[in-house]
């Protein structure tokens, strides 16, 4: 059984690929948003012509990628939200959200220094992590039933 995971959030880091190298044994498939931020910004005046007006500009490319996000997260069996350190995350805020209205399992990636702000988020996961290594130890617990061994 494949394990469907939707990585959602925070672009800078390279928090997605310790995850999926730290669960490269496992049988988990992978999805997400365009992580080029350029890309992403700029898909739908790329694809559909350019606007005038950056309001509509930055409207194609969030509609544009919401038919990817809105897919990804619909099909995931897990979902996994991070919250860096920089930026406001509101699409991240919208897609632990969106995935938590559509009943589907949450876990929630942050630092400490976001627990408050993020508590109703926190909330509604079924689990919170601070770290992408114990994101893959939840899969791994998730899939297999195994804890992590001590060091």
């Known amino acids: 059984m494949t394990l469907n995971v939707y990585l959602s959030g925070e ?11 730290g669960a490269a044994d496992l049988d988990v498939s992978f999805g997400g ?24 500009h930055d409207r194609k490319g969030a509609q544009l990628n919401a038919i990817r996000t809105r897919r990804g ?7 996994v939200v991070r919250f860096g350190d920089q930026y406001k995350q509101w699409n991240a805020a919208f897609d632990a959200g969106y ?28 689990a919170v992590a601070q770290e992408p290594a114990q994101v893959v130890d939840i899969l791994r617990y998730v899939l297999n039933g195994t804890l992590p061994t001590a060091d």
């Open 11 to 21: 672009i800078h880091t390279d928090w997605r690929d310790q995850i999926i190298t």
């Open 99 to 126: 995935a938590a209205a559509l009943g589907k399992s949450l876990v929630i990636l942050h630092g400490p220094d976001h627990a408050h702000a993020l508590k109703e988020v926190d909330a509604a996961a079924l």
């Open 73 to 79: 997260i619909e099909a995931a069996d897990v979902v």
């Open 33 to 56: 948003p365009v992580t080029d931020h350029a890309a992403s910004d700029d898909c739908g005046v790329a694809i559909m012509g350019a606007e005038a007006d950056k309001f509509w």
